[in-house]
């Protein structure tokens, strides 16, 4: 199986485990802003944001090294995952000591009666994030999509018991997914056989001490993409103003407002699965440019054919998604929408970049690039939110992702050189722009204007796609 086909084959299994079950999960937006207000709203994203800041920092970036090793044929499964497991559990206790004491600090006062949820949350997660890496490691890819099918039905079972049914609101949430990741444990550990691979005596130092030296830049990587994400909410939460509305409304608002771009940050990770195992396996190739190229050229361009379709139908989307029936305050999350989803798009091509970081070996320019981004994000919060409140957080996420976006596709090429079209990037960006203004400002036949856009859209980016799959059918 050549290198295309290998990728869309990995592509489409994962987008058949995973497409479903996101769809699912997005669809619970709708549970919940039926049986949450948006002040409670405001805590539970706060309290999922807060959870992704912290699972990177005490698994010691597990997703990045485990699945880096694992699937580098220099290094015994057994080791591996026996270490990568011995270090996790390390994390976890670590973890459970200190949350508690978090609830202490004053902008993170909402743990406030969830620390100890919150720590097992981080726990089983965690858990799960090891089994589930692992199994993609050893490619047992059909396996891995069925127990993202799996644990979407669990979640939506245990979310009507505990938010519909019993309405425990942000308690029956966490529960819901506590109970959701241990039964996925559960099921891959038991369906994969991972007992086989697991000893303490099979921990090893050595490899410990490589897998921290690759992991170590990464861990402020992604902990600074998570605040990157989380000072919105953060500065949404405790910033004071004249001007506009804030606190914990406005951050459960601007929570359902990432609903929409949550289906391209969907896409881009069903794809990210797959390619991020083909970048590491295709290190070494003499063709790797052409391969980087050819894949970078489709994937921009279905990210940029997604967006604007998202953008243009986000308004009944996020209507039915959020209803405001029994809380009008959610009746105007779809104009904070179009500027997320373009963000979702940047936020897709810099984790496309990051990934030559990783196959490479060269993940402190991940770092770098990323803190970029992180301080764009924390000055451009600061200076806007005040002003104009939750569209402020919004443009400020855009304009960080775009900032490391470029100086990304910039440095990323040194190592793995491909060709770049910076026009059909810079046009492509104005239209999805256009049309994210339209949809705010809402003109006169700003549907009409929008159709015409997509279309425009559509037309300017089917070759490269085109181009690619010719690539992946031929024999």
Same mark, same amino acid.
């Given at each position: 199986?050549?290198?295309?086909?290998?990728?869309?084959?990995?592509?489409?299994?994962?987008?058949?485990?995973?497409?479903?079950?996101?769809?699912?999960?997005?669809?619970?937006?709708?549970?919940?802003?039926?049986?949450?207000?948006?002040?409670?709203?405001?805590?539970?994203?706060?309290?999922?944001?807060?959870?992704?800041?912290?699972?990177?920092?005490?698994?010691?970036?597990?997703?990045?090294?485990?699945?880096?090793?694992?699937?580098?044929?220099?290094?015994?499964?057994?080791?591996?995952?026996?270490?990568?497991?011995?270090?996790?559990?390390?994390?976890?206790?670590?973890?459970?000591?200190?949350?508690?004491?978090?609830?202490?600090?004053?902008?993170?006062?909402?743990?406030?009666?969830?620390?100890?949820?919150?720590?097992?949350?981080?726990?089983?997660?965690?858990?799960?994030?090891?089994?589930?890496?692992?199994?993609?490691?050893?490619?047992?890819?059909?396996?891995?999509?069925?127990?993202?099918?799996?644990?979407?039905?669990?979640?939506?079972?245990?979310?009507?018991?505990?938010?519909?049914?019993?309405?425990?609101?942000?308690?029956?949430?966490?529960?819901?997914?506590?109970?959701?990741?241990?039964?996925?444990?559960?099921?891959?550990?038991?369906?994969?056989?991972?007992?086989?691979?697991?000893?303490?005596?099979?921990?090893?130092?050595?490899?410990?001490?490589?897998? /921290?030296?690759?992991?170590?830049?990464?861990?402020?990587?992604?902990?600074?993409?998570?605040?990157?994400?989380?000072?919105?909410?953060?500065?949404?939460?405790?910033?004071?103003?004249?001007?506009?509305?804030?606190?914990?409304?406005?951050?459960?608002?601007?929570?359902?407002?990432?609903?929409?771009?949550?289906?391209?940050?969907?896409?881009?990770?069903?794809?990210?699965?797959?390619?991020?195992?083909?970048?590491?396996?295709?290190?070494?190739?003499?063709?790797?440019?052409?391969?980087?190229?050819?894949?970078?050229?489709?994937?921009?361009?279905?990210?940029?054919?997604?967006?604007?379709?998202?953008?243009?139908?986000?308004?009944?989307?996020?209507?039915?998604?959020?209803?405001?029936?029994?809380?009008?305050?959610?009746?105007?999350?779809?104009?904070?929408?179009?500027?997320?989803?373009?963000?979702?798009?940047? /936020?897709?091509?810099?984790?496309?970049?990051?990934?030559?970081?990783?196959?490479?070996?060269?993940?402190?320019?991940?770092?770098?690039?990323?803190?970029?981004?992180?301080?764009?994000?924390?000055?451009?919060?600061?200076?806007?939110?005040?002003?104009?409140?939750?569209?402020?957080?919004?443009?400020?996420?855009?304009?960080?992702?775009?900032?490391?976006?470029?100086?990304?596709?910039?440095?990323?090429?040194?190592?793995?050189?491909?060709?770049?079209?910076?026009?059909?990037?810079?046009?492509?960006?104005?239209?999805?722009?256009?049309?994210?203004?339209?949809?705010?400002?809402?003109?006169?036949?700003?549907?009409?204007?929008?159709?015409?856009?997509?279309?425009?859209?559509?037309?300017?980016?089917?070759?490269?796609?085109?181009?690619?799959?010719?690539?992946?059918?031929?024999?």
């Amino acid at each position: 199986m050549n290198k295309y086909k290998k990728l869309a084959s990995n592509t489409l299994i994962f987008a058949i485990g995973t497409f479903g079950s996101k769809i699912l999960v997005i669809l619970l937006s709708r549970l919940y802003a039926k049986h949450i207000n948006a002040y409670d709203s405001g805590i539970k994203d706060n309290l999922e944001t807060i959870a992704l800041f912290l699972q990177p920092i005490f698994t010691f970036a597990l997703q990045e090294y485990l699945i880096r090793f694992g699937l580098d044929r220099n290094y015994d499964k057994k080791k591996v995952f026996s270490t990568s497991a011995c270090m996790t559990i390390a994390g976890m206790i670590a973890l459970i000591i200190i949350v508690p004491g978090l609830r202490f600090i004053p902008i993170l006062n909402f743990i406030s009666g969830y620390s100890l949820m919150l720590a097992i949350y981080v726990c089983t997660s965690s858990l799960r994030m090891l089994c589930a890496q692992f199994v993609r490691s050893r490619d047992l890819v059909k396996l891995y999509a069925v127990d993202g099918i799996i644990a979407t039905l669990t979640l939506l079972i245990f979310s009507f018991i505990f938010i519909a049914g019993m309405k425990m609101g942000v308690k029956g949430f966490l529960l819901s997914v506590i109970l959701s990741d241990l039964l996925s444990v559960l099921f891959l550990y038991f369906s994969a056989n991972l007992g086989v691979f697991f000893s303490v005596r099979e921990f090893s130092v050595s490899l410990a001490g490589k897998m /921290m030296k690759f992991a170590l830049p990464l861990i402020p990587t992604i902990v600074m993409w998570t605040v990157t994400s989380m000072s919105d909410k953060l500065f949404l939460t405790n910033m004071r103003s004249s001007r506009v509305e804030l606190g914990l409304s406005a951050t459960g608002i601007y929570g359902y407002a990432n609903r929409i771009p949550n289906l391209v940050s969907m896409v881009s990770t069903i794809f990210f699965q797959a390619w991020n195992m083909s970048a590491i396996t295709e290190n070494e190739s003499a063709d790797r440019g052409k391969f980087y190229q050819s894949v970078y050229s489709a994937y921009e361009a279905m990210l940029f054919i997604a967006a604007a379709g998202l953008i243009m139908i986000c308004k009944p989307i996020t209507n039915f998604l959020v209803p405001d029936d029994n809380f009008s305050e959610y009746g105007i999350v779809y104009i904070y929408t179009p500027i997320l989803i373009v963000a979702a798009i940047f /936020m897709a091509l810099n984790q496309f970049l990051g990934g030559i970081y990783s196959a490479t070996k060269h993940t402190q320019n991940s770092f770098w690039t990323s803190l970029t981004a992180c301080v764009a994000n924390l000055i451009l919060n600061w200076a806007m939110i005040p002003v104009i409140g939750i569209h402020g957080a919004a443009i400020a996420t855009v304009m960080s992702y775009y900032l490391c976006f470029w100086a990304r596709i910039i440095d990323a090429r040194y190592y793995i050189p491909f060709k770049f079209e910076a026009s059909r990037s810079l046009i492509n960006t104005g239209l999805v722009i256009a049309m994210s203004i339209i949809v705010i400002k809402a003109p006169p036949m700003w549907m009409m204007w929008n159709v015409l856009i997509f279309a425009i859209v559509t037309v300017y980016n089917f070759k490269p796609m085109l181009a690619t799959v010719k690539k992946v059918l031929k024999k």
